[in-house]
């Protein structure tokens, strides 16, 4: 599988991730998986406005997501998977999916709820994403926490998260 980065953002396609990671990764395909996005014309329809002219994109459910994954369908091409939020990236590791690393780019600054505490700038999670992360970070995969490819990594995020979240 030749997956290059799993990235959690909330807005899947857009900007940062068409102009600054698909470039620095030299992504061939974007997948993204989001039910909702797959499911409705007009958001893929947004998403390929975004991607850049010489990327595939995939907007895919989880559970086809899960399935081309799994019989390595897209193993000749550079590919980038993007999820809106970090349960994706659990489901895909409980599936048998080898997810290594998961970055973190952007999450929970759209959908705040009471229990949303901000970590970073670009980082809020609610107790259901604290739950996750937690979880993706007991079966060892490593959190790389950046918004953009330049930006310094976040050195203790977990350690930073589990202090603010207070638990």
């Known amino acids: 599988m030749n997956v290059l980065?799993?990235?959690?953002?909330?807005?899947?396609?857009?900007?940062?991730?068409?102009?600054m990671w698909v470039p620095q990764l030299n992504v061939e395909r974007v997948i993204c998986i989001d039910d909702e996005s797959a499911n409705n014309q007009m958001l893929k329809n947004a998403m390929r406005l975004a991607t850049p002219n010489n990327v595939f994109l995939s907007v895919l459910t989880h559970e086809k997501a899960i399935e081309n994954l799994k019989v390595d369908r897209y193993q000749n091409q550079r590919v980038m998977v993007v999820a809106k939020n970090p349960k994706t990236f659990l489901q895909l590791?409980?599936?048998?999916?080898?997810?290594?690393?998961?970055?973190?780019?952007?999450l929970g600054n759209i959908d705040k709820s009471e229990s949303s505490v901000a970590i970073t700038r670009y980082i809020t999670v609610n107790d259901e994403d604290y739950e996750t992360i937690c979880k993706l970070h007991d079966l060892g995969v490593k959190l790389d926490v950046r918004l953009q490819p330049g930006d310094p990594l976040v050195d203790n995020f977990y350690e930073q998260m589990q202090s603010k979240k207070g638990k």
């Open 93 to 106: 590791v409980e599936n048998g999916i080898p997810v290594k690393e998961v970055t973190l780019g952007n």
């Open 5 to 19: 980065n799993y990235r959690v953002d909330d807005r899947l396609v857009h900007g940062c991730v068409a102009t």
